[in-house]
């Protein structure tokens, strides 16, 4: 690996205890150790894309399927064992064959069952998409090393440790527009720090109950993980708030999934119900392939849209909610006073 700070070819045994043998400085992160075989060059190259150098800041759980990417494309089930398994196999045939003995040819054959076994598996998706460091883990098993190395963490990330997200109090937000539901706290303390509500009179909540708590009669903005829990949520909240305007501003699943740089992942223990399912599958909204991929709990996180994209998508959509809302800002809008981002192109950070 590259040392981050004198930039010298470090072999491993040049980096004893994340430390430089030749500047004598210490590093936080070690691809032979860090589960995500991450390096310091690598986070800070990866945060700076995500905050478009600087100019927003960024939600650690960002920071962290940005980092995962590369491994959530590829399976690594039964990696080392499969090799090992034809090795040996192929070793122990040789033996049996010089040694004539048939009891060694039985055990190569079955090890060489063990390789197709795993070979299959891996060909059937076993393992892919299942991140090796869970989103709950990443702080301590990342972030935690980046701190006791840099004091702080990578520049642009926003510290949300501890916090509840920005949320204000849904009862004391008579006079908004409209309200903003998103479940994922993460992505409320990002909108939030980036003042996206605030500037379009949105109050924010992260569940039907607590939307319908809210005062307001605006339209109700519905921003989701496009996975079977967002379409569920979505259908919740127009039972819950008959008569009232409902906007899903989560991305579709249909287009999400013919992007080439989205990279779903999947959670074993959030897998819908069966229940879940026949709601989903009497939409009629969804092709039987895309409602197997669902019930297998495959999803795209809203923490996985680029950042600024994110951002440009919802404030488009909040500054035409409020413009609706408000009559002043409707008859600045038809003057042109008002223009709102395009989407960003495609994903900077990409696989880097």
Not at 98 to 122: K, T, W
Request: charged share 20%; proline share 9%; hydrophobic share 40%.
């Amino acid at each position: 690996m590259i040392c981050p700070h004198c930039e010298r070819n470090l072999l491993r045994k040049e980096r004893t205890g994340n430390r430089c043998t030749h500047c004598k400085r210490s590093y936080a992160l070690d691809p032979k150790t860090n589960p995500l075989r991450l390096n310091d060059l690598r986070v800070r190259r990866i945060t700076t894309a995500l905050t478009d150098g600087g100019r927003i800041g960024i939600v650690p759980d960002q920071l962290w399927y940005a980092l995962s990417r590369k491994r959530l494309r590829d399976s690594e089930f039964g990696q080392g064992c499969m090799g090992g398994a034809f090795v040996v196999a192929g070793f122990v045939t040789v033996i049996a064959f010089f040694a004539e003995a048939p009891v060694l040819l039985i055990g190569s054959a079955a090890l060489l069952l063990s390789g197709l076994g795993i070979s299959v598996a891996r060909a059937m998706g076993a393992g892919k998409g299942v991140p090796s460091v869970v989103r709950e883990g990443f702080p301590a098993l990342v972030l935690s090393p980046w701190r006791s190395v840099y004091g702080g963490l990578p520049p642009g990330v926003l510290d949300t440790a501890g916090s509840e997200g920005g949320l204000p109090d849904p009862a004391g937000a008579a006079g908004t527009t409209g309200v903003l539901v998103c479940p994922d706290r993460a992505v409320v303390a990002f909108l939030v720090a980036d003042g996206l509500p605030a500037r379009h009179g949105l109050a924010v909540v992260r569940s039907a109950a607590e939307a319908a708590a809210v005062p307001s009669k605006g339209p109700v903005l519905v921003l989701h993980d496009t996975d079977a829990d967002g379409e569920l949520l979505v259908r919740g909240l127009r039972d819950t708030l008959p008569g009232r305007t409902v906007i899903d501003v989560g991305p579709p699943l249909r287009t999400v999934r013919a992007l080439p740089q989205a990279v779903p992942y999947r959670d074993p223990r959030r897998r819908p119900s069966p229940a879940d399912m026949r709601i989903l599958a009497s939409l009629g909204t969804y092709t039987p392939e895309e409602l197997k991929w669902l019930g297998q709990g495959w999803r795209f996180p809203l923490v996985g849209l680029p950042p600024a994209r994110l951002l440009a998508v919802v404030d488009r959509v909040a500054g035409q909610v409020s413009r609706g809302v408000d009559p002043d800002r409707r008859r600045a809008a038809d003057l042109g006073f008002l223009t709102w981002p395009e989407a960003a192109g495609p994903d900077p950070a990409g696989d880097r």
